[in-house]
């Protein structure tokens, strides 16, 4: 079964805090999300990468960063933590599986139990 | 841009009734369209998806999908609801590469199945 593993399922933070959320997959997934999930808001991503040190914008980008420097782990950071990012967070990840240069399909993106992060 | 409406954010059924969750979707290619259920304090789980071939899957705990063309829609059935399908559900959909997208999954607002008994 493929594995997707978030380092912690609740957090509190203080505000302007630096705050590190890790995620790791053992099924060597080339691609890995994060989400950010709100009531009534469903989930809305932040940050994919495709590869290895290869990131790039979601939806909602604004005050997070990531880093990918190995492809089993994916790193959410939230530079200087506020209240309106008390969220839960979702890491997940998917494999790739058709021919890069002809139609890249995409697959199903395998979950991770969620960070619930509180900021205060 | 790709976008993905679930009409209704509750559904209560009772138990050994039809399940209906509905799912409109927008994309200017063809699509990739998922659901995924998820319960309480857990992660996302996938019920089914469609790529190609046959529009109408068949997912885990006897849900299915019918994906309309004509209708941009990917509606949720389940002919006898249980109570252990309480959960909330989503719908997702992502395109395939060469678009404008690259193969994102986009999320709709959820739908939370309350079962009466």
């Known amino acids: ?27 060597d997934h080339e691609n890995m999300f994060w989400y950010r999930q709100d009531p009534g808001l469903g989930l809305r991503l932040i940050y994919f990468s495709y590869d290895v040190k290869m990131k790039e914008k979601g939806d909602i980008p604004e ?32 494999f ?23 900021v205060v | 841009a790709q976008s993905v409406t679930q009409l209704g954010s509750h559904v209560s059924v009772s138990e050994g009734a039809l399940v209906l969750l509905r799912c409109n979707y927008s994309s200017s290619v063809p699509p990739y369209l998922f659901w995924y259920v998820q319960y309480p304090n857990q992660g996302l789980q ?43 559900y989503f719908c997702a959909v992502s395109s395939r590469w060469g678009s404008s997208n690259t193969g994102k999954l986009i999320f709709g607002q959820g739908t939370t199945l309350q079962v009466k008994p």
């Open chain 1, 1 to 27: 079964d493929v594995k997707v593993t978030q380092s912690s399922r609740y957090l509190v933070k203080r505000t302007g805090e630096k705050v590190f959320l890790e995620c790791v997959q053992d099924m």
């Open chain 1, 63 to 94: 005050g997070y960063s990531v880093s990918r420097e190995k492809k089993e782990r994916f790193s959410l950071i939230l530079e200087s933590a506020s209240t309106n990012q008390t969220s839960m967070y979702l890491c997940a990840s998917s």
């Open chain 1, 96 to 118: 790739t599986p058709f021919n890069r240069s002809r139609d890249r399909g995409f697959a199903e993106a395998f979950f991770g139990q969620g960070t619930r992060l509180t």
């Open chain 2, 46 to 88: 996938l019920l089914l998806k469609y790529t190609t071939g046959a529009t109408l899957v068949k997912g885990i705990n006897g849900f299915e999908a019918e994906f309309k063309k004509s209708e941009t829609s990917f509606h949720l059935t389940k002919p006898s609801a249980h109570m252990s399908d309480a959960a909330e």
